[in-house]
């Protein structure tokens, strides 16, 4: 009996080491591993594409170490690209792929102009890799580009700063935006129409699909002194909004409806992304939750 005991006790007290021993290999510390990974909404437009070229190259030159990702948020430009042999990943996706690589720590630079829908599905999805069984240790996602009075200010001398020489005081210039009609941070664009109004009454931002529109704005434009109106586009590239609703030939067209009012239009065809004190702002804000990784 006292041997059938001891044989008993001594197997357990064997499963009791082994499965400390198990338990000590799977608790052991996970040595930090940090990343970045830069998330817009994705272009098709070869032209376009060399804008997030220097944004990644920026990236990449002050996080000299630091693993950098991207991830596209459109399933469509997925697609298309995928079509022509470039594979994008989602954001989803490319934080799978970090998270299976053993990356602890992410921050993320969102490209997005406004805290809209977009921006809030990718805060929401890219924080629930953080609570998951074996997900990252911290997931830290950067403000999009307007997120306060002093990034609007920002921005808006930056644009001013880029607006063509040329341009005389009097002449208009209308700048198009995204807009999101349905989401509450579309309001920020009509606070970042004051602040070009505080610094250029005659520098306007109208947007595609939210407030102000195109028809809000055209009163305004048509009581300048000068028929003459520049259309430069508020976005991260000048892609496919630029080239067609903005400055194309179709009727339905920003620069067919306001040659149809007679003003003319000069085209500058340039996305925010381009501009380096934009990108600045950008970069601010990736710093500040990087630091905080």
Not at 152 to 159: E, Q, S
């Amino acid at each position: 009996m006292n041997r059938r005991f001891t044989m008993a006790l001594g197997l357990t007290v064997f499963a009791v080491l082994l499965a400390s021993q198990s338990f000590a290999a799977h608790g052991e510390k996970q040595a930090d591993k940090k990343a970045i990974l830069i998330v817009a909404f994705g272009t098709t437009v070869p032209e376009a594409q060399k804008v997030f070229e220097g944004i990644d190259q920026r990236v990449r030159k002050e996080f000299r170490n630091t693993e950098i990702r991207w991830g596209y948020t459109s399933s469509i430009v997925r697609a298309k690209l995928a079509r022509q042999g470039k594979v994008l990943d989602s954001p989803e996706v490319a934080l799978a792929k970090l998270m299976d690589e053993h990356y602890t720590h992410v921050a993320i630079l969102s490209l997005h102009t406004i805290p809209g829908e977009e921006f809030h599905d990718l805060y929401r999805n890219s924080r629930l890799f953080e609570q998951m069984a074996g997900g990252f240790k911290k997931v830290a996602v950067a403000p999009p580009l307007l997120s306060s009075h002093d990034d609007m200010v920002r921005v808006a001398k930056a644009v001013i700063g880029h607006i063509p020489r040329e341009r005389k005081p009097e002449e208009t210039v209308l700048l198009m935006g995204h807009g999101s009609e349905k989401h509450p941070a579309d309001a920020l664009y009509a606070a970042l129409n004051q602040a070009f109004s505080e610094l250029d009454p005659n520098v306007r931002l109208a947007t595609v699909s939210g407030y102000p529109s195109l028809q809000d704005v055209i009163p305004k434009i048509t009581k300048s002194k000068s028929g003459k109106v520049y259309l430069m586009p508020f976005m991260l590239v000048a892609g496919d909004h630029a080239m067609n609703d903005m400055a194309g030939d179709e009727p339905d067209s920003w620069k067919s409806i306001l040659k149809g009012k007679g003003h003319h239009c000069e085209i500058v065809m340039k996305g925010t992304g381009e501009y380096p004190e934009i990108v600045d702002v950008w970069m601010d804000h990736l710093r500040a939750v990087y630091t905080g990784l």
